[in-house]
T-cell receptor, first 113, second 113 residues
């Protein structure tokens, strides 16, 4: 069975500071990994995905994530936070590109001026 | 391109009633997945439809059923509503075998009283 654990339900950073959102996964098969962002009263938007190619994945809005098999991690980072980054972020895993997504509990990111 | 559209946006129902939620996929997409997102939680997979057939199903009771039409639009039906069914219901559309790279609608907020 697959699962995702997001460490920290709420992260607060200052504008311009590094953003680090943590995600650890469990999977018995090579995983496909995703980060989604959800703004208030909105659906989910795909930020980036890992599908067994390069381990460092670049996404939209300056976000990137690194797949580390030895640590079963897929942490999301952004060098410099912007006020518009304030949202809920979800890490998700799938066992194939056609399958269901299994989401973590989410991390709410707050950005202080 | 209108993207994924869901209707209605909000709905209030009484325990024991039945509800139907609707989803129109993004143009060109043939696969529709439904997710339930309870308050403060990550989305949970309900089921996926392709070619008018249920292709995968998550751990939801038979009270949850769906349908896909020839134009790829989809409905989610929930019978005998419980208070615990109150949630944001998200529809995601994609191409088959790209379901993990889905486009999400804004969701239908269902409140059961």
């Amino acid at each position: 069975a697959q699962s995702v654990t997001q460490l920290g339900s709420h992260v607060s950073v200052s504008e311009g500071a590094l953003v680090l959102l943590r995600c650890n996964y469990s999977s018995s098969v090579p995983p496909y990994l995703f980060w989604y962002v959800q703004y208030p009263n909105q659906g989910l938007q795909l930020l980036l995905k890992y599908t067994s190619a390069a381990t460092l994945v670049k996404g939209i809005n300056g976000f990137e994530a690194e797949f580390k098999k030895s640590e079963t991690s897929f942490h999301l980072t952004k060098p410099s936070a912007h006020m518009s980054d304030a949202a809920e972020y979800f890490c998700a895993v799938s066992d194939n590109q056609g399958g269901k997504l299994i989401f973590g509990q989410g991390t709410e990111l707050s950005v202080k001026p | 391109d209108a993207g994924v559209t869901q209707s209605p946006t909000h709905l209030i129902k009484t325990r024991g009633q039945q509800v139907t939620l609707r989803c129109s996929p993004k143009s060109g997409h043939d696969t529709v997945s439904w997710y339930q997102q309870a308050l403060g939680q990550g989305p949970q997979f309900i089921f996926q439809y392709y070619e008018e057939e249920e292709r995968q199903r998550g751990n939801f009771p038979d009270r949850f059923s769906g349908h896909q039409f020839p134009n790829y639009s989809s409905e989610l039906n929930v019978n005998a509503l419980l208070l615990g069914d109150s949630a944001l219901y998200l529809c995601a559309s994609s191409l088959l075998n790209r379901a993990a790279e889905a486009f999400f609608g804004q969701g239908t907020r269902l409140t059961v009283v």
